[in-house]
């Protein structure tokens, strides 16, 4: 019989959210936001800092551009935003859509792959370019920390393992078919 390792807890949380969080950084993954033959009419590179003007990049100017992460109710919370896009990895949940400028405010817009709808529509209340809040309209509030500048929010898991099990098993059958 083939024993089977499962993991949970805080650890693989933590390292499913860095592994997501390469991915976002590297391009990995895909995104289908719908837009086909569309238009860019949508004012999502405000948000990103980069319409000149600073609007739309949170209260304070700040781009929001950048590799963010935060610590809420306990749990790691990742989010990455490149020119307006937004990629977002919290409580198993992953989740991609835009930051943008409504009239002045500025939100996050996500659709997350699950359906899940806790972080689906949020308002950035505050950017400094080192602390990012963000209020989500399912009532979640993340205070992210910016990533790039060095710095990474306090309660993150530090129980990570350093070595394999002991007590992984020895038994594995060794005529296993290698093709279909």
Same mark, same amino acid.
Do not use: Y
């Given at each position: 019989?083939?024993?089977?390792?499962?993991?949970?807890?805080?650890?693989?949380?933590?390292?499913?959210?860095?592994?997501?969080?390469?991915?976002?950084?590297?391009?990995?993954?895909?995104?289908?936001?719908?837009?086909?033959?569309?238009?860019?009419?949508?004012?999502?590179?405000?948000?990103?800092?980069?319409?000149?003007?600073?609007?739309?990049?949170?209260?304070?100017?700040?781009?929001?551009?950048?590799?963010?992460?935060?610590?809420?109710?306990?749990?790691?919370?990742?989010?990455?935003?490149?020119?307006?896009?937004?990629?977002?990895?919290?409580?198993?949940?992953?989740?991609?859509?835009?930051?943008?400028?409504?009239?002045?405010?500025?939100?996050?817009?996500?659709?997350?792959?699950?359906?899940?709808?806790?972080?689906?529509?949020?308002?950035?209340?505050?950017?400094?370019?080192?602390?990012?809040?963000?209020?989500?309209?399912?009532?979640?509030?993340?205070?992210?920390?910016?990533?790039?500048?060095?710095? %990474? #929010? =306090?309660? !993150? +898991?530090? &129980?990570? *393992? $350093?070595?394999?099990?002991?007590? %992984? #098993? =020895?038994? !594995? +059958?060794? &005529?296993? *078919? $290698?093709?279909?």
């Amino acid at each position: 019989m083939r024993k089977q390792l499962v993991r949970t807890g805080s650890a693989t949380t933590g390292l499913a959210v860095a592994l997501t969080l390469a991915l976002t950084l590297t391009g990995c993954g895909g995104s289908d936001s719908g837009d086909k033959g569309k238009g860019d009419s949508t004012p999502s590179a405000t948000a990103s800092g980069n319409a000149g003007s600073g609007s739309g990049s949170g209260s304070g100017g700040a781009s929001v551009d950048g590799t963010w992460a935060a610590v809420t109710d306990g749990k790691p919370v990742a989010m990455s935003v490149t020119s307006g896009k937004v990629s977002l990895a919290a409580e198993g949940h992953l989740c991609e859509g835009e930051a943008m400028d409504m009239g002045g405010e500025s939100m996050v817009s996500l659709k997350c792959a699950d359906g899940d709808k806790d972080r689906t529509m949020g308002t950035i209340e505050s950017n400094d370019g080192k602390t990012l809040v963000v209020s989500w309209q399912g009532g979640k509030k993340d205070s992210f920390t910016n990533g790039d500048t060095g710095g %990474l #929010p =306090t309660g !993150l +898991p530090s &129980d990570f *393992p $350093t070595e394999l099990p002991k007590d %992984l #098993p =020895t038994d !594995l +059958p060794t &005529d296993l *078919p $290698t093709s279909r």
